[in-house]
């Protein structure tokens, strides 16, 4: 499946004029996370950072990416970084620039790389041409903030065209790749194919799952890392049942605070702040009611996430769901600039929702959060995961799935596809419920409505999936590993 799209080739002296942008990353230390896992792990992890800090001297540690806003990698990188940073290590964070034929090109291959095939540019010369000149020109910008012997982690197939160049320069490269698919098959082949020339100078490659490690890497130095959630941040922090509330009131998903009041919450310095905004877009013939159960689903408008496959399946199953409500939230589709195909699939979700008849829309609400303030749109998340009775992620496939982790930190029941990384998090029937077929919208319904019916069992889902996030899947351990891989190149 391929359409006409225009690649422009950047020229030689484009992108140069001027630094990659950097993100700013606010320092926190990492003893703040002692409360949360204890003494032993804590003392562990500044052990780890103590030892890096060691080997690397005066060399850096840079990270790059293609956005800072609107997916799980930004969120992820936001939250370890700030660790980082309070560690004493001299960490950076830049996104790349890219024109819209390069995102469309490296979207496709994003869905190529998770097994899939999607519209997008074909994969020949001028595709080639075009994504190593994008990539040639980061690489250019990017070395005007880094040295030699720094070391720089590139995340995902965006940026995976400026490890050569990088190295030409002397640069330390780790390529870390935060998607796949267990099955290779003629998509993932060609993904693999495109993108194995200008992969294989790093010196070292991360995968969250060692089934996603293809086998041209064999022999290769590899390490598998998977995602983790900050237990200490706005998504994340404690937040009660009433200010839960509140907040979902606010934002059109609960009913209204009393008066219009706004909802009061504490930003991660302790001071008050109050949400104000509402979403970007909003479609719902009212507000789901106190006491209804409200099934969940919060993840980028992006086809494999199957936002419309979960509207069916509530829509088909409906009887049985008796009277649950169900949120499909998102970012706002204009603020993810790595995604071209936002704005198309929540589009197709609108004209499904209108399309169905009034007695299941009226349960059913589509949801932009507005993401101009960071904080405030991470807080609207951990409210509407604490007010879910289930929270479902019907992914086609799925890298990791950190929302997963973050409904399980806050002990919510979770019902997923039991694909790629999820099946890392969820044991099936002890920290949630797995559907082996991702699109059994059928099988999706009738475990979701076990759990809607069925408080006690949530309960105990909710009691097991809390305690599995808080062994493997907080950023201390990520910390650790992380530590572990840049020490030993930095040793070499």
Known sequence: MTQTTQLDVPSRGASTAHPLPEVAIPPAAPSLLGDTIGGERSAGLDSAHRALRDRLGSRGIVHVNSTDTGGGVAEMLHRVLRYSRGAGLDTRWFTIEGDPGFF??????????????????????????????????????LLRSVRPGDLVTLHDPQVAGMTLPLRRAGVRVVWRCHIGTDTDNQYTARAWAFLAPFLETADAYVFSRAQYVPRLLGGRHV?????????????????????????????????PPAGDRPAVYRRGDGSPAAVRRRPDALFSVAPPPDGAPLVVQISRWDPLKDMAGVMASFADGGHALGGAHLALVGPDVSRVSDDPEGGRVFANCVEYWRGLPLRIRSRIHLACLPMADAE?????????????????????AEGFGLTVTEAMWKGR????????????????????????????????????????????????????????AREHFLDDRQLRQQAALYGTLAAE
């Open 104 to 141: 469309a090109l490296t979207k496709r291959l994003h869905h190529l790389l998770h097994g899939h095939d999607a519209p997008g540019p074909a994969l020949g010369p001028a595709a080639v041409a075009a994504y190593r000149a994008a990539g040639e020109c980061n690489a250019r910008a």
């Open 223 to 255: 390490a598998v890392i998977q995602p983790s959630i900050d237990p200490l941040s706005a998504k994340n922090r404690p937040l009660d049942a009433d200010t839960a509330a509140a907040i979902a009131g606010r934002i059109g998903l609960g009913e």
């Open 376 to 396: 405030e749109n991470a807080v609207m998340v951990n409210a509407l995961q604490r007010r879910a009775a289930v929270v479902a992620q019907k992914s086609l």
């Open 413 to 468: 029941p979770v019902v997923a596809s039991a694909v790629g990384g999820i099946r890392d998090q969820i044991h099936d029937g002890v920290h949630g419920l797995l559907v082996d077929d991702p699109t059994d919208g059928a099988a999706f319904a009738a475990r979701t409505a076990g759990l809607v019916h069925d408080p006690k069992r949530a309960v105990s889902l909710g009691a097991g999936a809390r305690e599995r």
